[in-house]
């Protein structure tokens, strides 16, 4: 069964910049295309940026694009969200999702992490 734990939030300063890993226990990670989703309170979980199962191709959010970078290691069975130039928008909790192929759909990420906060400030 596929868990994924993410970690590396926190509080960072507008314009800083934090990664974010998320880590597979499962045994199936190498063959999952890996999504970062995030939701603030009140607003509804939005697409950030995916990666193909073998990391040939990726996706982002238009609000997030020259910004954030999504890599993964599937020696080490995790999945990275480096994230740059940081916006107070960008304050929300992250979560790392594991599906058949690279979408912007949350429907189509049968496997999530529990997600980690991240913060930014003025």
């Known amino acids: 069964q596929v868990q994924l734990v993410e970690s590396g939030g926190g509080l960072v300063q507008a314009g800083g910049s934090l990664r974010l890993s998320c880590a597979d226990s499962?045994?199936?990670?190498?063959?999952?295309?890996m999504g970062w989703f995030r939701q603030a309170p009140g607003k509804e979980r939005e697409f950030v940026a995916a990666i193909s199962y073998n990391g040939g191709s990726a996706d982002y959010a238009d609000s997030v694009k020259d910004r954030f970078t999504v890599s993964r290691d599937n020696a080490k069975n995790m999945v990275y969200l480096h994230m740059n130039s940081l916006r107070l928008e960008d304050t929300a909790v992250y979560y790392c999702?594991?599906?058949?192929?690279?979408?912007?759909?949350?429907?189509?990420?049968?496997?999530w992490g529990q997600g980690t906060q991240v913060t930014v400030s003025s």
């Open positions: 499962g045994g199936t990670f190498s063959s999952s295309a």
């Open positions: 999702a594991a599906g058949r192929w690279v979408s912007k759909q949350l429907g189509l990420y049968p496997y």
